[in-house]
């Protein structure tokens, strides 16, 4: 592949060799069952202690849950969504000054987690951002596109 992000705009009309699973490996989809009882928890409960435990079981049996009541705005949401957007739509030459195969960065655009030790990578591209301490993490963050920290 010529690109090491997917996001560089080149329209595929064939998968990636380095992308396609062993037929041995993918998920046969007559025996996924559905998912009608996804973990919600709850975050304005009262008892932290529950809120953790919760946590901690969806991930373990799950693998992710749904938080309500996180009081964050839903305009807060709709920025962080709209920011993403215009950064994954930078010019590939400008999103690759971030780009990065060491899995060890706080902060790197990559496609997959360890890109030097799949053997069949992930089908995204992910900017991977350390949060906290912000004081500590936020002057690495991307400074493109100007809204981005």
Known sequence: MDTKVLSSGIRYTNLPEGYVRP???RPNLSEVSECENVPVIDLACDDRSLIVQQVADACKNYGFFQAIN???PLETV????EVAKEFFNLPVE???KLYSDDPSKTMRLSTSFNVNKEKVHNWRDYLRLHCYPLDKYVPEWPSNPSTFK
């Open 94 to 96: 400008e999103k690759l």
């Open 23 to 25: 037929e041995s490996e």
């Open 78 to 81: 709709e920025r962080v969504i």
């Open 70 to 72: 996180h009081e964050v």
